[in-house]
């Protein structure tokens, strides 16, 4: 459904993002993850046709975005992260605006405006002025112009953004929904909800691609590399020393202050492993008050992945 090959974009002398290659299927749920200045808005002004690459190639149902940008375009929508809304019409006139201009027959635009609006469950504010509505309520519009056309590919910048937590429920049960009829690409920075969407995750760091995969197998990709969180009474560098010389120990993060710390390890999976923490603990005299072990959440993947060499972790 969605192939880009080798997308490069330059801003200037600036690099923004370099030979990204990917796939997406039909009728699939994909997340892009990267923090800050990544490259997630360009990929997505790119997808959606809206900005041509530097170099590289771009296709939506087998259309070109450079040779066929036309066709292209009718099979996506796009939901930026700032919407374009018009603060002086009602969410009726605005949808029947963005109609027209997607050219969607006379006759019909009023029913599939209607239509929209009841499936977005905005009908009731449908002669309510945009200014007046709330921040989730206004990203329901901003979504509700994006699949006005009825395009095979959706792509949401951000989708929940500044939205409240209970909104940002009915967002992601929203986008599930569209999920069944729509190939979907959404960016965002909340994690654990990509994570509740998502089939698939492409996490970016300065403007390459470092995973693909299924979240549930990013951490198997990793190592399956587990937490281990102790909390020890005894000095504090003398415990970071011994968890550090442990072997199969990764990496070990300290928090708190005086005598009782906190300390994190990151580590091969299996219960061998805080058996041999524990005995560690129990050999350096100190008092071992807590231990507990987790599989990395896709939160701390993301923050491992980011920090990694650019080699990363490819689909496979």
């Not at 080798?6 to 299927?25: Q, R």
């Not at 997607?102 to 200014?131: C, F, G, H, N, W």
């Not at 003398?238 to 993060?253: A, E, F, I, P």
């Not at 041999?276 to 071992?288: C, D």
Request: charge should be neutral.
């Amino acid at each position: 459904m969605i192939e880009a090959e080798n997308l490069t974009k330059y801003y200037g002398d600036h690099l923004a993002i370099e030979a990204l290659s990917f796939k997406v299927n039909k009728g699939e749920i994909v997340g892009l993850l990267g923090p800050n200045g990544a490259g997630k808005t360009t990929t997505m002004r790119i997808l959606s046709g809206f900005m041509p690459p530097s170099r590289g190639t771009v296709k939506v149902a087998g259309y070109d975005s450079i040779t066929q940008s036309l066709e292209m375009r009718k099979r996506v929508g796009y939901m930026p992260e700032t919407v374009p809304l018009y603060n002086d019409m009602t969410v009726r006139a605005y949808l029947g605006f963005f109609a027209t201009l997607k050219a969607i027959p006379k006759p019909k635009r009023e029913e599939r405006v209607a239509e929209i609006m009841r499936l977005l469950q905005i009908d009731d504010y449908s002669d309510t002025l945009i200014e007046k509505l709330s921040k989730g309520y206004r990203q329901r519009v901003g979504l509700a112009q994006a699949i006005l056309h009825e395009p095979e590919v959706l792509i949401l910048d951000e989708p929940t953004i500044g939205i409240d937590p209970r909104q940002v429920v009915e967002t992601r049960n929203l986008i599930k929904k569209l999920g069944k009829e729509h190939t979907i690409i959404l960016s965002s920075h909340i994690l654990p909800e990509l994570s509740m969407i998502c089939e698939k995750v492409i996490i970016m760091d300065q403007g390459k691609i470092v995973a693909v995969d299924r979240p549930d197998t990013l951490s198997l990709k990793l190592r399956g590399a587990q937490h281990i969180e102790l909390e020890v009474m005894g000095p504090a560098e003398d415990v970071l020393t011994r968890l550090n010389q442990v072997k199969g120990v990764w990496q070990v993060r300290m928090e708190g202050s005086g005598q009782k710390r906190r300390f994190t390890v990151e580590c091969p999976p299996g219960e061998e492993m805080c058996y041999q923490l524990a005995t560690a603990i129990v050999q350096g005299g100190w008092r071992l008050l807590e231990l507990k072990s987790s599989e990395m959440s896709l939160e701390d993947i993301f923050l491992k992945l980011t920090s990694l060499p650019h080699e990363g972790l490819r689909e496979g």
